[in-house]
């Protein structure tokens, strides 16, 4: 994973340039941000079992899934479903605080989707719930933190889709 930072000043290092322009203005953007995206990484933090205890409750809880034969019965498999949403919420976190998607891809979606059609995990109820754990976010930190989670989310969304 590389933050805005790195993935910036890298590439004017490996020219020997100094920085300038769009790169001069990622950064700047980058900074900006960067109280929203502590901010709500720090709710995030101190808010994580009930985000991840809502968002089942919106997504998951009262569909054909939890019940006997379902995806998340028995427990085991309930709390298998949210342990992958506790790393989902955390990994995305990560990202948003780095400004950087990459994270995602090295340690969540790597190989995610073929993991879970081998052990017959369904994806549109994990992408249901990947959606709601967007709206429980949003409610927590706000909007504008929202929309810089929601990237992330997004993310998975499509690598999951």
């Known amino acids: 994973m590389q933050d805005t930072i790195t993935s910036v000043i890298n590439p004017?290092?490996?020219?020997g340039q100094y920085l300038e322009g769009e790169a001069l203005n990622t950064l700047k953007k980058y900074f900006d941000s960067g109280t929203v995206r502590v901010k709500a990484a720090t709710q995030i933090s101190s808010s994580a079992a009930s985000i991840i205890s809502e968002t089942v409750e919106k997504?998951?809880?009262?569909?054909?899934?939890?019940?006997?034969?379902?995806?998340?019965?028995?427990?085991?498999?309930?709390?298998?479903c949210l342990r992958d949403l506790t790393y989902f919420l955390r990994y995305?976190?990560?990202?948003?605080?780095?400004?950087?998607?990459?994270?995602?891809?090295?340690?969540?979606?790597?190989?995610?989707?073929?993991?879970?059609?081998?052990?017959?995990?369904?994806?549109e109820p994990t992408i249901q719930a990947?959606?709601?754990?967007?709206?429980?976010v949003t409610q927590r930190v706000?909007?504008?933190a929202g929309q810089e989670m929601d990237t992330y989310l997004d993310h998975i969304v499509s690598g999951l889709s």
């Open 59 to 80: 997504s998951l809880l009262y569909g054909d899934i939890t019940l006997p034969g379902g995806n998340m019965y028995p427990t085991r498999r309930y709390a298998a």
């Open 142 to 144: 706000g909007t504008e």
């Open 92 to 123: 995305a976190t990560y990202a948003m605080l780095a400004a950087d998607s990459s994270i995602l891809d090295e340690r969540v979606l790597n190989g995610l989707k073929d993991t879970y059609s081998s052990l017959g995990v369904p994806i």
């Open 12 to 15: 004017a290092d490996e020219k």
């Open 130 to 136: 990947v959606q709601a754990m967007k709206e429980v």
